[in-house]
């Protein structure tokens, strides 16, 4: 029974007086912060050389965005239906719902959202095994750089084009 009810639920409205559901709006406002701290984090490292401050915010960005990612993944797979929240857009057709410009533009958005944390999870990772402690320069960090580049590049990529889904989808009309 409570699961036909959880059928018939279509999740928490939002907070930004969008048609977006309230794990799409924190997720959504969450990437605004994220990122910035992300780049913040690698001036502190690169130009401040502040190793281990640099460390302790990338793991603890890395945990928030582990817990809101699969907060964010919960509520759209058994409460949010993002279909019917996206069906007033015009740039979304819920019969083409993968070729219409907002289908489109989610599926260009899946290109960085879901290689990304895998990335970035592999350069924490290895980044807390190979980085001596306390953390500083080391025979490792010519392939840290470049994997953590290549996350940073992934991790902008997922917030430009999650909030041009998000637009398409939940706020044009």
Sequence with gaps: ??????????????????RGSVMLDFVFLAMFAIVPIMLGSIYLVRYRKQYELHKRIQTILGVVL???????????????????????SRFFN??????????????????????????????????????PKPAGPCDYSPTHKLTARMAAVGMTGVWITGSIFYWMAFVAT
């Design 1 to 18: 029974m409570n699961f036909l009810l959880a059928q018939e639920f279509q999740g928490i409205d939002g907070f930004l007086g969008t």
């Design 94 to 131: 819920s019969e083409h719902q993968w070729s219409c410009a907002a289908g489109i533009a989610l599926i260009i958005h899946l290109c960085f959202a879901v290689p990304t944390p895998l990335l970035w999870i592999f350069v924490i990772v290895q980044g807390h095994r190979k980085f």
């Design 66 to 88: 582990l817990v809101a990612v699969t907060a964010f993944e919960i509520d759209l797979r058994f409460f949010s239906n993002w279909v019917e929240r996206a069906e007033p």
